[in-house]
T-cell receptor, first 114, second 113 residues
Framework: DADVTQTPRNRITKTGKRIMLECSQT?????MYWYRQDPGLGLRLIYY???????NKGEISDGYSVSRQAQAKFSLSLESAIPNQTALYFC?????????????FGPGTRLTVL | GNSVTQMEGPVTLSEEAFLTINCTYT??????LFWYVQYPGEGLQLLLK?????DKGSNKGFEATYRKETTSFHLEKGSVQVSDSAVYFC????????????FGQGTILTVHP
């Protein structure tokens, strides 16, 4: 079984709809991250969380919100989706006790906003 | 701020060819450097890493050397295989406590038989 899972894997929605992307992990890591990937731009950090009570904005947080429901769960919401939020979204986890604070990624959610 | 620049792709090679994907970075302090690989339909996986100048990271036949004087971390492989077809990302992690990763734009590699 995958250590970091994301649901849904694919989603098509319309402008103005509220969307939630979910991430779950069984690695026992405290730190979780949400990134978006756009062609030619690499991955950009949206939000990150060090533990259930610690949530921080990344470089492109506008239009997004997150919820850390438990150590193992970190959800990303788009309150009112717009077409330029069409992208591939990745969740990642890490643990500061690991060498190099390596991050482990989920398989991604492909979101299309029409 | 930190930044990572990768050579523009896509890169198309024949099997057993030599691969180089260039990566240069801008950062304050002494970052750690990484190469991640993304196979079709999957998330990113750490391929190799280096934490200080002159360190060489290696894995699965890939190598990269941390060159502080040229601020580079070029990825190389002597003989690529079809199974190496993927997207490769260079990334750096600065010394802050949360270790934010800064990624390059990614390079698509396609290897033909």
């Amino acid at each position: 079984d995958a250590d970091v899972t994301q649901t849904p894997r694919n989603r098509i929605t319309k402008t103005g709809k509220r969307i939630m992307l979910e991430c779950s992990q069984t690695k026992g890591h405290d730190r979780m991250y949400w990134y978006r990937q756009d062609p030619g731009l690499g991955l950009r950090l949206i939000y990150y969380s060090f533990d259930v009570k610690d949530i921080n904005k990344g470089e492109i947080s506008d239009g997004y919100s997150v919820s850390r429901q438990a150590q193992a769960k970190f959800s990303l919401s788009l309150e009112s989706a717009i077409p330029n939020q069409t992208a591939l979204y990745f969740c990642a986890t890490s643990d500061p006790g690991l060498a190099y604070n390596e991050q482990f990624f989920g398989p991604g959610t492909r979101l299309t906003v029409l | 701020g930190n930044s990572v620049t990768q050579m523009e792709g896509p890169v198309t090679l024949s099997e057993e060819a030599f691969l180089t994907i260039n990566c240069t970075y801008t950062a304050t302090g002494y970052p750690s450097l990484f190469w991640y690989v993304q196979y079709p339909g999957e998330g990113l996986q750490l391929l190799l890493k280096a934490t200080k100048a002159d360190d060489k990271g290696s894995n699965k036949g890939f190598e990269a050397t941390y060159r502080k004087e040229t601020t580079s971390f070029h990825l190389e492989k002597g003989s690529v295989q079809v199974s190496d077809s993927a997207v490769y990302f260079c990334a750096l992690k600065d010394g802050t406590s949360y270790g934010k990763l800064t990624f390059g734009q990614g390079t698509i590699l396609t290897v033909h038989p």
